[in-house]
T-cell receptor, first 111, second 116 residues
């Protein structure tokens, strides 16, 4: 079983829909990141969370440490939001640091 | 620099040749990571540096892969005797610290390696 699981794997929605992408993890973490990878390949860091909720524009990210779960929400989705969204966790280790990636969610927003 | 810089951006090499990929992290970032992303695959962790040392080399796929970091700054990833399965985008990321404080990190734009 992967240490970081994302769902859904693929998501197609109409412009304007509210989008939710989920991430569950099974290890102790110090932080969780949501990344966006556009078709051209560039990766952008959207959020870094260690607790609670963060909002940036139409994007909202939440994390529940007890349940080891995070969600990324997109309100009023737009075709330019089409990308792969990747959840990554920073695993707690004694003195080391490791980032574990989910396999990503491919989002396609139709106009 | 303003961001993480990787070079070359594209590299085509013949099977069996050695290649060297370079990553210039953000100035002052002590943690540096190498990943690769094969066609249609997720990100795969290769190696992590804290300063010049590499506490975690567990992701290197074989002994043909090696990496070093000098002066706590520039890192090079070397692939010897390249194979076609080495074709991928190799990404570098850096972070202010590699401890449990949970600092954010920044990705470079990657090196697309094609082994023919």
């Amino acid at each position: 079983k992967n240490e970081v699981e994302q769902s859904p794997q693929n998501l197609t929605a109409q412009e304007g829909e509210f989008i939710t992408i989920n991430c569950s993890y099974s290890v102790g973490i110090s932080a969780l990141h949501w990344l966006q990878q556009h078709p051209g390949g560039g990766i952008v860091s959207l959020f870094m969370l260690s607790s609670g909720k963060k909002k940036h524009g139409r994007l909202i990210a939440t994390i529940n440490i007890q349940e080891k779960h995070s969600s990324l929400h997109i309100t009023a989705s737009h075709p330019r939001d089409s990308a792969v969204y990747i959840c990554a966790v920073r695993r707690k280790m004694n003195r080391d640091d490791k980032i574990i990636f989910g396999k990503g969610t491919r989002l396609h927003i139709l106009p | 620099g303003a961001g993480v810089s990787q070079s070359p951006s594209n590299k085509v090499t013949e099977k069996g040749k050695d290649v060297e990929l370079r990553c210039d992290p953000i100035s002052g970032h002590t943690a540096l990571y190498w990943y690769r992303q094969s066609l249609g695959q997720g990100l795969e962790f290769l190696i992590y540096f804290q300063g010049n040392s590499a506490p975690d080399k567990s992701g290197l796929p074989s002994d043909r892969f090696s990496a070093e970091r000098t002066g706590g700054s520039v890192s090079t990833l070397t692939i010897q005797r390249t194979q076609q399965e080495d074709s991928a985008v190799y990404l570098c990321a850096s972070s202010l610290a590699g401890d449990m404080a949970g600092y954010g990190y920044t990705f470079g734009s990657g090196t697309r390696l094609t082994v023919v």
